[in-house]
C-alpha cells in the first residue's frame, strides 16, 4: 500500500494589492467598446494603470525564468551559505523561486531522496519567510508561507522525521490562520496532517483528517486533490481494518485520467491491485496487473519500477508460485537494498523469508533475518525494531515461525518504522516473552 507525497502546487498572485486591481481593470478595458473607455477613466490615468500592468507582467515572467537558475545556485552552496544568500540579495526572495524550491523537493521525495527534499524545503520556507508584504498581498502570502512550512513537514516525515514533521505542520497552522480562509489551503494541511498519522500508526486519526480534506475537495469540486487524498486514505482504512479501502481506490482510480495524471494513476491503480490481493482475490488482482503495465511504465519513475516488480512476486506467491516468487523477491531485496529504500529493504526481507519458510527452506529465512538485523543496527534503527528482527530470528531457529507471524511482524514494522514509541502487538509480546530463558 502506497500514499503520495505531493501537494497541488499553488499560483503566484500579483505583487500588489492595488495591482491585482490594475491587471483585472486592464482586462476589462480590453473587451470594452472604445467610447466606453474614457467615461470611467481620463486618458493619463489609463496609461498609467496600462504601464504599471505591463511592468508587473514582465517582473512575475522575469522572475519565473529565472528561479530554476537560482534554485541551482541555492543547491550548490551549503545550507548556511544559501541562506546568507536568501537573507542579503533581493533577487533570492521571490514568489518563483520559493514555487521552483517546493516543487524540486517534491521531485526528490518521488526520487527516493528525501533529505534532499529536507533541504531544498528548508530553503523554500526561507524564501517564503522574506517575502516582503510590500510586493505582495498579505493574506496570499500568509497562505503560501504555510504552503511551504506544510511542505516542509511533509518532507521531515518522508525522512522518517516524524518530530520535525509534527512542528513544521503545526508552524504551517499557525500561519495558516492569518491568510485568506481558503479552503483549499485547509484541505491540503489536513491531508498532510493525515499522512503524518498514518506514519505514526495512529490510523484512526488519519483517516479523520483525511475524511476532512476529502469533504473539502468535495465541495470545492478539486477532483485532482480528491483522488490524491483517497490514494493516502487507503492505507489507514485497510492496514486499520477501519473501512472498505477497495472501494476507496477504486474511487480514487475513476478520478484520474492516466494520459494528464500518470504518477497519480498509477499509485491509485497500484492501491487497487495491492487491496485486490491483500482482500484474497490474487487472480483478479494479477489480471488488473496485466492490464496496468503500461501505466507503471509511463509513470517513468524509480518509485513504479520497484513496485511493479513488488505486487508481482506478491501475487506468485499468493497463487502458489513459491520458486519463482523467491526468485523475484531475491532479486528485488539486492535492488532496495543498493539503491537504499531502507522500509522497503525491510518489508521485502520478510515477504522473502515467509516465502522460504514456506518452501521449508527455514535455515535460508533464519540467515536472511540475521543479516537484516545487521543492516538494522548498521541504519540506526530503533530498538523496537530490533526486537521484532530478533523475534522473527529466533523463531526461524528453533523452528516456530510460521508465514502468519511473519506477516504481523510486516505489519508491525510498517507501523513503527517511523515511531519507536509503538508497541509490539499482543501475539508478539507474548512471543516475545516466550522465547526470554527463565531464571
Given at each position: 500500500?502506497?500514499?503520495?507525497?505531493?501537494?497541488?502546487?499553488?499560483?503566484?498572485?500579483?505583487?500588489?494589492?492595488?495591482?491585482?486591481?490594475?491587471?483585472?481593470?486592464?482586462?476589462?478595458?480590453?473587451?470594452?467598446?472604445?467610447?466606453?473607455?474614457?467615461?470611467?477613466?481620463?486618458?493619463?490615468?489609463?496609461?498609467?494603470?496600462?504601464?504599471?500592468?505591463?511592468?508587473?507582467?514582465c517582473a512575475e515572467e522575469a522572475d519565473r525564468l529565472t528561479a530554476p537558475e537560482l534554485a541551482q545556485a541555492l543547491e550548490r552552496h551549503p545550507e548556511t551559505r544559501a541562506r546568507m544568500l536568501i537573507n542579503h540579495q533581493a533577487r533570492f526572495r521571490t514568489w518563483s523561486l520559493a514555487e521552483e524550491l517546493i516543487e524540486r523537493s517534491r521531485r526528490a521525495i518521488f526520487g527516493n531522496d528525501p533529505f534532499r527534499a529536507v533541504r531544498l524545503s528548508r530553503l523554500a520556507v526561507a524564501v517564503a519567510d522574506h517575502l516582503d508584504f510590500g510586493l505582495y498581498p498579505k493574506g496570499l502570502t500568509f497562505d503560501f508561507r504555510a504552503r511551504a512550512w506544510s511542505n516542509l513537514g511533509n518532507s521531515y516525515r518522508c525522512a522518517s522525521q516524524l518530530k520535525s514533521a509534527t512542528a513544521a505542520l503545526d508552524r504551517a497552522k499557525d500561519l495558516l490562520l492569518e491568510g485568506t480562509g481558503d479552503p483549499l489551503e485547509e484541505g491540503i494541511l489536513l491531508s498532510l496532517d493525515g499522512s503524518l498519522q498514518t506514519d505514526y500508526g495512529r490510523y484512526a486519526a488519519a483517516v479523520g483528517f483525511l475524511e476532512g480534506a476529502c469533504s473539502i475537495y468535495r465541495e470545492l469540486d478539486e477532483d485532482v486533490c480528491l483522488a490524491r487524498t483517497l490514494i493516502k486514505l487507503v492505507t489507514p482504512l485497510h492496514f486499520g481494518s477501519l473501512g472498505n479501502g477497495l472501494a476507496v481506490a477504486r474511487e480514487a482510480e475513476r478520478l484520474l485520467d492516466p494520459e494528464h495524471q500518470p504518477e497519480l494513476f498509477v499509485l491509485a491503480r497500484h492501491n487497487h491491485i495491492v487491496t485486490l490481493a491483500d482482500s484474497g482475490r490474487p487472480e483478479q488482482a494479477a489480471m488488473l496487473l496485466e492490464a496496468s503495465r503500461k501505466y507503471y511504465r509511463q509513470a517513468d519513475n524509480a518509485w513504479a519500477i520497484v513496485n511493479l516488480g513488488w505486487v508481482e512476486a506478491q501475487l506468485s506467491a499468493a497463487l502458489g508460485n513459491l520458486e519463482e516468487a523467491e526468485a523475484a523477491f531475491a532479486v528485488l531485496f539486492d535492488e532496495v537494498v543498493a539503491t537504499g529504500r531502507r522500509l522497503e529493504s525491510a518489508l521485502v526481507a520478510l515477504d522473502l523469508s515467509a516465502c522460504r519458510l514456506a518452501l521449508g527452506k527455514t535455515r535460508e529465512a533464519a540467515d536472511l533475518a540475521s543479516s537484516m538485523a545487521e543492516m538494522l543496527r548498521s541504519w540506526g534503527a530503533h530498538s523496537k525494531a530490533h526486537e521484532a528482527w530478533a523475534l522473527l530470528h529466533h523463531a526461524l531457529k528453533i523452528e516456530r515461525a510460521s508465514v502468519e507471524l511473519i506477516r504481523e511482524i510486516s505489519l508491525f514494522v510498517r507501523q513503527s518504522w517511523s515511531n519507536p514509541e509503538l508497541p509490539l502487538s499482543k501475539k508478539m509480546s507474548a512471543l516475545s516473552q516466550a522465547f526470554q530463558p527463565s531464571r
Open positions: 500500500m502506497i500514499s503520495d507525497t505531493t501537494a497541488p502546487a499553488q499560483s503566484p498572485p500579483s505583487y500588489l494589492t492595488e495591482d491585482v486591481a490594475a491587471l483585472d481593470l486592464l482586462d476589462r478595458l480590453a473587451e470594452a467598446e472604445p467610447p466606453r473607455v474614457m467615461d470611467w477613466f481620463p486618458e493619463t490615468q489609463l496609461v498609467e494603470i496600462v504601464a504599471t500592468a505591463e511592468r508587473l507582467r
